[in-house]
């Protein structure tokens, strides 16, 4: 018979440091509105993820020239996280920042965080994997050069 262990009690996972603003150069202001607070009375948990879902395909449309609409890729999502460091609260006003991690063949890893204008700490991190696909086939393709020197402007190197 098999045991179910949590992994909290089997390995616990080292806390995440909070990623600073020097970290990153690209920036996207962001709005909260009154919906994304829960009862709780900040913003929801899940709301992060629209903010970096908006955070990295601004800079997509902006820079690398993807179109949402009309063009033939389309990036999917298959592969994200979160980690929150700080509550926020509407009327906040925040900003996105976004650097690439990994840039493959036809996919990205984006490490994005949300801070509160000024801050120098994430109140908020997290990552996205996007897969770009034909947007009939849904087959991976090779990410067009147009935006791939978009997103090697962004790319980061371990330290």
């Known amino acids: 018979m098999n045991t179910y262990v ?8 080292a806390k995440p440091v909070a990623y600073q603003r020097k970290d990153f150069s690209w920036f996207s ?4 509105r009154w919906a994304d607070n829960d009862i ?12 970096f879902d ?9 820079q690398g020239g993807l179109d949402i609409h009309d063009g033939p890729i389309i990036g ?28 493959g063949r036809s996919s990205v890893r984006y490490e994005l965080a949300i801070f509160k204008p000024g801050d120098q700490q994430a109140v908020a991190q997290g990552h996205f994997v996007h897969v770009f696909v034909d ?8 990410i067009p050069d147009q935006l791939r020197e978009a997103l090697a402007q962004l790319l980061v190197t371990a330290n």
């Open 29 to 32: 202001p962001l709005t909260t």
């Open 40 to 51: 709780y009375g900040h913003v929801n948990n899940v709301m992060y993820y629209s903010y």
């Open 135 to 142: 947007r009939q086939t849904r087959q991976a393709v090779a």
């Open 76 to 103: 999917l999502v298959v592969d994200s996280g979160c980690s929150y460091f700080a509550p926020v609260a509407f009327p906040d006003a925040l900003e996105g920042a976004l650097r690439v991690a990994h840039l």
């Open 6 to 13: 949590p992994a909290s009690k089997s390995s616990p996972a």
């Open 54 to 62: 908006s955070t990295a395909n601004r800079y997509l449309i902006e």
